[in-house]
């Protein structure tokens, strides 16, 4: 009786560790959801007319386009001599990097800005550069 008692108490204990193993490695609905909304994200630049350009996100399927809206300093303007690879999304989908030329000097000096993926106010965060932007 004892033997089976123990038995049963062996079970019981290794049942609820693996119950517990699963629930704490499996990730709520809530948060799978959101990680995929913010990664599935494109972002591109849209050219409104033959002086403005516009930076734009969207899902992967096209679905749920939306302008991001950037504010670039004085003499500051996207940098269209490389514009098919300027732009990049964050590994996270949270911050978008881009090419800009700065022409407030004497020639125009190549930049690279940071903006979140919601808009707002560009960051300089490298200068004098060549090549292509690229968020690792």
């Given amino acids: 009786m004892k033997q089976l008692l123990m038995g049963a ?7 609820a560790s693996v119950v517990l193993i699963q629930t704490s490695c499996s990730k709520t609905t809530a948060q799978s959801t959101n990680s995929i909304n913010q990664l599935n994200k494109i972002v591109y ?19 749920g386009a939306s302008q991001i809206p950037i504010t670039l300093p004085a003499g ?7 514009m098919t690879n300027s732009l990049s999304i964050s590994p996270d989908g949270q ?26 106010n560009a960051i300089m965060v490298a200068t004098g550069f ?7």
Avoid: H, R
């Avoid at 108490?9 to 049942?15: A, G, P």
């Fill in 9 to 15: 108490i062996v079970l019981f204990l290794f049942s």
């Fill in 45 to 63: 630049f849209k050219n409104m007319n033959s002086s403005v350009l516009e930076v734009w996100s969207a899902n992967y399927n096209g679905t």
């Fill in 76 to 82: 500051v303007s996207y940098d269209t001599f490389v």
């Fill in 95 to 120: 911050t978008i990097f881009f090419t800009c030329l700065n022409s407030n000097g004497s020639s125009p000096v190549s930049e690279i800005y940071t903006c979140s993926i919601a808009g707002g």
């Fill in 130 to 136: 060549a090549g292509k932007v690229q968020a690792y």
